[in-house]
């Protein structure tokens, strides 16, 4: 369904799919700016993939094609979420994750530790990963876009986190947090600067309140 809303539905310039791991534990690590993020990402992903996903999307209809695809529903805190990950990766699969934790303007401006902790604890490849164009400055978060509206995803050369053995406990936590953000940053820039679709100029709030008032 992914893959038929990405290329069918909206005109998605997928790149970077070849330097993509072809095997092993890997973490997709991408901003997060719209509401169809997750699907078109899941869609490309050119292999089985696993997203981290907020309990609040498991509603209606939306709820059991979220469980059917074998996504991972975050709850509370988020650790059930984060040891269902670390397993899925252990079992040398793909997890995925929006670190920015809610759609937003999508620069990675500040992360959150969960994809960082599995990076840690699994010793797998990240993958940062841009998407543009899924909304676009004053559109609301929860914007469905119409039929044909053009987005980029690319996907960023694959790195393990660089973290001396020196480091333990929250400083080895933070350090990978702030390697991540850095990547990830850079991958959007990079994009960006290869394409004529730009991010919202908003941070989201304003369009947040548009669409809670609708």
Known sequence: ??????????????RGRETFPRTGPVIVVANHVGLVD?????GVVPRGSHFLIGAHMY???LGPLLRGAQQIQVSGAGREALAQGLGVLRRGSVV??????????GRADA??????????????????TAIVGTRLSGEPVGVWPGPRRRFVVEFGQPLQLDLPDS?????????????LAQALRERVELTLATTDLRLPNDDGDRARHQEEER
Do not use: I, Y
């Open 111 to 128: 992360v959150h530790g969960g994809a960082a902790w599995l990076a840690v604890q699994s010793g797998a490849a990240v993958v940062p």
């Open 59 to 61: 509603t209606g209809v």
């Open 1 to 14: 369904m992914g893959r038929g809303l990405a290329r069918g539905l909206w005109n998605t310039d997928v």
């Open 38 to 42: 997750g699907p078109v990402l899941h």
């Open 167 to 179: 480091l333990k406990g929250r400083a080895r936590q933070e350090a990978a947090q702030a390697q």
């Open 96 to 105: 995925g994750v929006f670190p920015e934790g809610t759609r937003g303007a």
